[in-house]
């Protein structure tokens, strides 16, 4: 498997004082920032846009190398994943990951061709944030089949194939949720079939779950209360990389 990567959600972290909390977290050998961007319609929930993460990456240096440390790993619960791409871009995003569910309905469609051909849309997405000069991720929400997802890791043309897929362990939404362990034969079937493949689980791990996910496959962490939340974050971030490597 890829090497372990920790993400910490920023959603847990003091918004107030967040340039200090990213670098601080960061500087705790934390890998990425998980970054979540929630609209109000896809989830039912807010948090900030583009002019945030533009401010943040004032505080945190850009990563060297592909995947690297300083990450920013931006995970779109937005209805309109295709309308922020630029925005997130220049704003300082290394890794766009969008929703599947939001790139096949209509409202993620800008012109008649792609709501016609609907289910490319994922396709259209990867080339298009891949164009933009950003890696791609793709996300499923736990009621959502991981087998819409072979179409699209099987693609023979790189550019149009994802750099990540987030399997989400809670229903998008919320920080501090229960880890649901439903979700990790997902995990399971996609290191099988693809030893290479970044795998990426959120919501829910921590020191009590990190062991199922990693035992599954996943090989990027995103913590958001356990890493935020913890009298020693530092100490947490080590445990989970320790878990996923041993
Ligand atoms: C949930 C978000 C998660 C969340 C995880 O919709 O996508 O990234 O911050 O928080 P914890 O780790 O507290 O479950
Ligand atoms: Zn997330």
Redesign the pocket.
Known sequence: APPAIIAP?I??ADFANLGAECSNIIDQDATWL?I?I?DGHF?PNITFGAPVVTKIRSHVARPTEKHGKGTFDC?M?IAEPKKWVKDFQKAGCDLYCFHYEAAISSTAAESPEETSNAKTNPKEMIRYIHDCGMLAGIAIKPDTSVDVLWDILENENANERPDMVLV?T?H??????KFMASELPKVTELRKRYPELNIEV?????PGTIDQAADAGANVI?????VFGAQNPGEVIALLKDAVEK
């Open positions: 959600s959603l847990a998980h979540d929630m989830v995970h619960m989400m809670v998008p939404g919320f920080g501090g949720q959120d919501g829910g791990l921590g995103v913590a958001g209360s356990a």
